[in-house]
C-alpha cells in the first residue's frame, strides 16, 4: 500500500540534543513537508520541498533544518537552536501535478511525537 | 487575526443530531479549500475538499461563500464515529505548501 512512514513514533531528547526525525513516501508524489502542531493548535509549517535538492522555509524554520536527496525521502532534525521543541510533528507529501485542486490535497504520516526532558 | 479562523468548539451533539461548522478566511485571493478530520493523537485525513457550487458526500455538505469568505460543513444525523477535531484548510495556489490551517473544531457526539 502507498503511504507515507514516519519514525519514530515517539522520541525523547535531552536538552541540547539535535534529533532527527525520518519520513519516507512511496506514492511519487514531488512535494513534502513538515507541521509541527501543539495541542489544541492547528499545524504550522516548518519546512517544504517540491523537488530533490530543493526546499523552502515554511513558519517556524527557526531552529530546524532538512535535506531531500532522494524524492521519497525527507528527513528532518531538530536542532539544539530550537527552544520548545516538545510538539506532535507530520510529515506530508503531495503531488504538484495537475491544475485541479487535487494537487493540493496533503496526504499525511501517522506523526512523531517528539518530547524534551 | 488568523487567516483562517475556525470556532474551537468544543460541539457536544446527542446522536443523530445534525450539526455545523464555519470557517472564515482572511485572503480574499485563497483558490482552494478543505476540510479534514483529526482523531485524537491521530494524523489529519482528507474528509472532503469543497468546490464553489457545494458538494455533497454522504452525511457531509461542505459549502463556501466567497463573498463573505467563509466555508462550512453539515453533518446530518450524526453518528458516534464522528467525533473527531475538524480542520479547516485554505490554500491562496495551487501549491499546497502554503495551505493554512485552522486551529480546528472538536465535536463530540454523544449516546
Known amino acids: 500500500d502507498g503511504g507515507i512512514t514516519q519514525s519514530p513514533k515517539y522520541l525523547f531528547r535531552k536538552e541540547g540534543q539535535n534529533v532527527t526525525l525520518s519520513c519516507e513516501q512511496n506514492l511519487n508524489h514531488d512535494a513534502m513537508y513538515w507541521y509541527r502542531q501543539d495541542p489544541g493548535q492547528g499545524l504550522r509549517l516548518i519546512y517544504y520541498s517540491q523537488i530533490v535538492n530543493d526546499f523552502q522555509k515554511g513558519d517556524i524554520a527557526e531552529g530546524y533544518s532538512v535535506s531531500r536527496e532522494k524524492k521519497e525521502s525527507f528527513p528532518l532534525t531538530v536542532t539544539s537552536a530550537q527552544k520548545n521543541p516538545t510538539a506532535f510533528y507530520l510529515c506530508a507529501s503531495s503531488s504538484v501535478r495537475g491544475a485541479d485542486s487535487g494537487a493540493n490535497v496533503l496526504t499525511f504520516g501517522a506523526g512523531s511525537r517528539l518530547t524534551v526532558l | 487575526r488568523k487567516e483562517v479562523e475556525q470556532d474551537p468548539g468544543p460541539f457536544n451533539v446527542p446522536e443523530g443530531a445534525t450539526v455545523a461548522f464555519n470557517c472564515t478566511y482572511s485572503n480574499s485571493a485563497s483558490q482552494s479549500f478543505f476540510w479534514y478530520r483529526q482523531d485524537c493523537r491521530k494524523e489529519p485525513k482528507l474528509l472532503m475538499s469543497?468546490?464553489?457550487s457545494g458538494n455533497e458526500d454522504g452525511r457531509f455538505t461542505a459549502q463556501l461563500n466567497r463573498a463573505s469568505q467563509y466555508i462550512s460543513l453539515l453533518i446530518r444525523d450524526s453518528k458516534l464515529s464522528d467525533s473527531a477535531t475538524y480542520l479547516c484548510?485554505?490554500?491562496?495556489?495551487?501549491?499546497?505548501?502554503?495551505?493554512?490551517f485552522g486551529d480546528g473544531t472538536t465535536l463530540t457526539v454523544k449516546p
Open positions: 469543497v468546490y464553489s
Open positions: 484548510v485554505v490554500n491562496p495556489n495551487t501549491n499546497a505548501g502554503k495551505s493554512t
